[in-house]
């Protein structure tokens, strides 16, 4: 089936070592986000590509970056994890008209980040 | 900052209760409204997607109204089952808003037997 892919599932880093959360996708879709979910809180977007565009959320720390090599693929690197990443995230893809944000967003199941 | 409230923040009914949750939001400037269902270990999965102010939608036992006079939608289930256990989410998009979905903290629903 096609789907959204998050690998790994589970990820644990120490405090400051870099880290790479994947996504991919079959959908073929061209837009891709990034989610970070803290405990007990509401999704909250990081980033999200649009084609080849990179469009960061104004509050998404320096910390986080991402990288998207193809129309599958696309990545989050944490520089220098704090213990204040800990957090699920989560990838989702649409397939969208630039502005057009009405249409159903597609997710993977979420890589969950420990840092010790 | 959008503010968005869900409630409950969680729900235990027992098997064939219907049931019913809240997603409040601003109502100035607004675009459309998602719903999500998340089953704990699995993917966020679509619901719904409303975006007239009347709208009702439904998908087998589930269903959703949509007030954007008065900011709000209602979620309901009709007869809940076990598998219905899982967070839901909305998430309105408000013009101006940058366009993005902004998520709401769920409901989380158990349905217990």
Redesign the interface.
């Known amino acids: 089936d096609a789907?959204?892919i998050q690998n790994p599932r589970y990820q644990v880093t120490q405090f400051g070592k870099p880290v790479t959360l994947s996504c991919s996708q079959t959908l073929n879709h061209n837009v891709m986000y990034w989610?970070q979910q803290k405990s007990?809180?509401?999704?909250?977007?990081l980033f999200?590509y649009y084609d080849k565009d990179f469009n960061n959320?104004a509050d998404t720390p320096d910390n986080f970056q991402s990288r998207r090599p193809n129309t599958s693929f696309c990545f989050l690197d944490i520089r220098s994890p704090g213990l204040g990443d800990a957090a699920m995230y989560?990838c989702?893809t649409s397939s969208l008209g630039r502005?057009r944000?009405?249409?159903?967003?597609?997710?993977?199941?979420?890589t969950r980040l420990t840092v010790l | 900052i959008l503010n968005?409230e869900q409630s409950p923040q969680s729900l235990h009914v027992q098997e064939g209760d219907s049931t019913n949750f809240t997603c409040s939001f601003p109502s100035s400037n607004f675009?459309?409204l998602?719903w999500?269902r998340w089953e704990t270990?699995?993917?966020?999965?679509?619901l719904f997607?409303m975006?007239l102010n009347g709208d009702e939608k439904k998908k087998g036992r589930i269903s959703a109204t949509l007030n954007t006079k008065e900011g709000y939608s209602y979620l309901y289930i009709k007869g809940s089952q076990p598998e219905d256990s899982a967070t839901y989410?909305c998430a309105p998009?408000l013009t101006g808003g940058?366009?993005?979905?902004?998520?709401?903290?769920?409901t989380q629903l158990k349905v217990e037997l």
């Open positions: 789907m959204v989610y007990s809180q509401a999704p909250k977007l999200h959320e989560l989702a502005g944000f009405a249409d159903t967003q597609y997710f993977g199941p979420g | 968005v675009y459309a998602h999500y270990a699995k993917s966020p999965e679509a997607v975006t989410l998009i940058g366009n993005k979905l902004t998520f709401g903290t769920g």
